[in-house]
């Protein structure tokens, strides 16, 4: 074998600069979008208006009505809401959810437990040694120090996940027995009692002053982000229409100002150019960010029209590889366009993805969504007689019978757990 040099032609795929922006651009949500605007903007001289009230529709037969974008409001989180969506984090057993929700209920405002170990014990018929493993979970969350039923355990609790502390002994001696000396910053009688230098001693001081005497206070009072749908998918006289809002194609005007380039120095003119440049590719990479859209949300609301007819229960399997063949565009640009995309429709605001939804094939031709047999499934034990609970095997019967819907009894038993439904046995 010898090294050699052969000719050869092929076709390669390259990248250029508003390729790139279009796909950044695509995976944006309307706010991403206009921030991303707005940095543009602020470098780029030639950008002379962001107008937002451009209006397009897109319809199966009409035209919506548009919401300002200041009625679509966030609701407000409480502590206990935010505490509670950590949950579902935790590795736990199924029976210790109801015991650690209890603890969490039973928190003040500052995230201190307002209740002891044997009132816990007692209000729920456990033992006093579930109720302390409920409050070691309760306190493993975030932020830490929630739970603590002093000051002093509050610290300690925060202490623990500090990096950087190495004589969490000696922190812990100084809360319960010297907080005087933390309030005094008295660093000799911390280097004497507890065989430190002086800049440890600082360190230790510091650690404990950077902990929150209130965490609960941390979680309080905050909002939840904004969700700005894309769209709105609604019906009019019989008809399913999609109406995209105002703020989901902005349009970028240019500064005519600067159209004459007369008398300006040669880099200059190359400068302004290329901003110029910049702006059309922004606005045409925004054009196939809302014509890929559209595609997609028409593609999804003649697949899932029943679900908009009748609801969760008709949702039906649908898969990204099926909208990239249909409306011929990779799966890669399914995936990106609907990223952090969402629409407002009669179920709420919901987001894209939730309309591609995995099914499981029943064996008889047909695929039925794994949503919509979850769904099914609550339905149903929320109708059973409650003095004789069905099992997992009269579910699969009443699925079968009712519903035409055929699965395995271990899979109806696999949904009821991520439902967080628990047994027969246990719903009496």
């Known amino acids: 074998m010898q090294p050699r040099l052969i000719q050869e032609q092929s076709l390669q795929w390259k990248m250029n600069q508003s390729l790139l922006q279009a796909i950044q651009i695509l995976q944006f949500s309307s706010v991403e979008l206009l921030d991303y605007i707005k940095e543009v903007a602020n470098e780029n001289p030639l950008v002379d208006e962001i107008d937002t009230n451009y209006n397009v529709y897109s319809e199966l037969g009409g035209s919506g009505s548009q919401p300002d974008i200041g009625e679509i409001n966030s609701a407000e989180l409480s502590m206990f809401e935010r505490l509670k969506r950590q949950l579902f984090t935790l590795n736990m057993p199924e029976e210790m959810l109801p015991v650690v929700i209890y603890g969490i209920d039973s928190l003040d405002e500052s995230g201190y437990l307002t209740i002891d170990l044997q009132t816990w014990a007692n209000d729920l018929q456990i033992s006093p040694e579930t109720a302390l493993e409920a409050l070691s979970l309760l306190q493993s969350l975030d932020p830490p120090g929630i739970g603590a039923r002093t000051l002093t355990e509050c610290i300690l609790l925060q202490l623990q996940k500090t990096a950087g502390i190495n004589n969490l002994a000696a922190a812990a001696d100084l809360l319960h027995n010297h907080l005087d000396w933390v309030a005094d910053n008295d660093l000799r009688a911390i280097t004497n009692a507890y065989d430190v230098d002086e800049k440890q001693a600082a360190d230790l001081i510091e650690h404990i002053r950077a902990c929150h005497p209130k965490p609960g206070n941390l979680l309080a009072d905050k909002k939840a982000d904004y969700i700005i749908p894309e769209a709105a998918i609604i019906k009019e006289d019989g008809r399913w229409k999609i109406s995209f809002y105002k703020w989901s194609k902005p349009t970028i005007s240019l500064n005519h100002d600067y159209e004459n380039l007369a008398g300006l120095k040669e880099e200059d003119k190359t400068y302004l150019k290329e901003k110029k ?3 059309e590719w922004l606005n045409n990479a925004i054009d196939y960010r809302i014509s890929t859209l559209e595609k997609i949300i028409h593609f999804v609301v003649q ?126």
């Open 277 to 279: 440049q910049q702006i």
């Open 303 to 428: 697949k899932q029209l029943l679900y908009f007819e009748e609801g969760t229960e008709a949702l039906r399997p649908l898969t990204l590889k099926e909208a990239a063949g249909e409306l011929d565009i990779s799966i890669s640009t399914v995936s990106r366009s609907i990223q952090n995309k969402y629409v407002q429709t009669t179920q709420g605001v919901t987001p894209i993805k939730f309309f591609f939804a995995r099914g499981i094939d029943q064996g008889n031709g047909n695929t039925t969504s794994t949503f919509a047999i979850k769904q099914t499934i609550a339905k149903i034990i929320n109708g059973e007689d409650k003095g004789k609970p069905l099992s997992d095997e009269g579910i699969k019967q009443k699925l079968a019978n009712e519903y035409d819907i055929h699965i395995a009894r271990r899979t109806v038993m696999k949904y009821r757990e991520q439902l967080r439904i628990p047994s027969s046995m246990k719903r009496k």
